[in-house]
């Protein structure tokens, strides 16, 4: 995989703006965004290897890791703490350190942790969870050890593909738990965002990615307030929303700057669950959102589509599995996974709600190359 630069807005800008200036012609960006990370009780345990005290999650994304590994960029909601044993899911998640190492292993690139759980086991647990991001060479925005390095690393500039792209990541809140000094977590702020976003312009990035986790759990429409929030940022210069919270999946919007323009802004209200052990409808899963960028003399978005991906839980030789299925699987493959009946009648059902829900978004369809 090419290499992903981080830029930092304390070197002169226009030595940024000189280095990028020398190319030319059209590039082309494919990102892909996942839903909540989460690490729930039985999920642990069903990572850990028995008699070894090893765990290993690897096996939750063996079938995704085809796609996942060959976006230019994967970014994913890390909804847990590493904040070391004991490790516990809900309500205070602490999973192990094995976690990222398997994300990092199915090839994502950017975790964001500004939402409700960033402050679960305090400022230790904030601190540790950054150190093994660090350690995993994850790159990581939303929450911060200080307010100095908040001011070197965000907002988040990346470079890929000749495409500078800003990332910004904000929560509606954390549980009702304070950040301790000198700590800070991203809160859905206006009079903060406009800055920040004054700050990235500052770095003349070619769009602007706003990742807000908002919303009322498990409502599958997206609320007045998220609304508000998603025109203001708009008119604030952002390009494309992707939320994340309610562990639902809910609508996506395109909006047309002009009705005779190809320009567009777009909003992904919720992207549902990634991997989690919740089991109700609708809750048992989500989406991979794709987001294709085109850069000539500016970038727009030249494509999007969204794969729904179901969290299988499986019970083999008396130990629980999590593993992720995407929609585009071939029947074929569909032998290797041991489905049973009933996995098969709620796996359809979670692919029928999403399309319905999504029915005018383009869905991927083909295993594995074609959604790249």
């Known amino acids: 995989m090419n290499k992903i630069y981080i830029l930092f807005l304390l070197f002169p800008v226009f030595l940024l703006s000189s280095l990028r200036a020398q190319n030319t012609g059209t590039s082309r960006l494919n ?13 642990i345990e069903a990572a850990l290897i028995p008699d070894s005290g090893i765990y290993d999650y690897r096996f939750c994304f063996e079938y995704l890791k085809p796609i996942i590994g060959n976006a230019d960029i994967a970014l994913g909601n890390l909804e847990v703490t590493f904040a070391g044993p004991p490790y516990q899911g809900y309500p205070r998640f602490s999973s192990p350190d094995e976690l990222c190492v398997a994300l990092d292993d199915a090839g994502f690139d950017i975790l964001i942790n500004a939402n409700n759980h960033a402050l679960d086991r305090g400022k230790d647990g904030l601190e ?9 060479n994850m790159i990581f925005t939303g929450s911060f050890r200080s307010r100095e ?20 990541n904000y929560t509606y809140g954390t549980n009702k738990l304070k950040a301790s000094p000198p700590n800070i977590v991203n809160y859905i702020d206006t009079a903060i965002i406009s800055k920040d976003i004054q700050k990235a312009l500052v770095g003349d990035p070619d769009f602007i990615i706003a990742c807000l986790h908002w919303g009322r759990e498990y409502e599958r429409e997206a609320n007045k307030s998220q609304k508000d929030i998603a025109r203001w940022l708009f008119t604030q210069g952002v390009d494309v929303i992707i939320g994340s919270h309610p562990h639902v999946v809910q ?22 669950n990634f991997i989690s052990n919740q089991r109700d409808r609708y809750r048992d899963g989500g989406i991979i959102f794709k987001l294709e960028l085109v850069k000539t003399e500016k970038t727009n978005i030249a494509g999007y589509s969204y ?27 569909y032998e290797s996974l041991n489905l049973t009946e009933e996995d098969r009648e709620k796996f ?17 369809n083909s295993y594995p190359d074609s959604f790249f």
Request: proline share 6%.
């Open 31 to 43: 990102i892909l965004f996942t839903g909540d990370i989460m690490g729930h009780d039985s999920q």
């Open 307 to 333: 794969l729904p991906v179901w969290v299988h839980k499986s019970l083999t030789e008396g130990k629980q599995l999590f593993r992720l299925i995407p929609a585009n699987m071939p029947e074929d493959r």
């Open 128 to 136: 540790r969870t950054l150190s093994i991001l660090e350690k995993n």
């Open 348 to 364: 359809e059902q979670f692919k029928t709600d999403t399309r319905i829900h999504l029915k005018n978004i383009p869905e991927n």
């Open 149 to 168: 390095q908040r001011d070197l690393c965000y907002p988040l500039l990346i470079e890929k593909n000749n495409i500078l792209l800003a990332i910004l």
């Open 251 to 272: 609508p996506v919007k395109i909006i047309y700057n002009d009705p005779d323009s190809t320009d567009l802004q777009l909003v992904v209200y919720s992207l549902g």
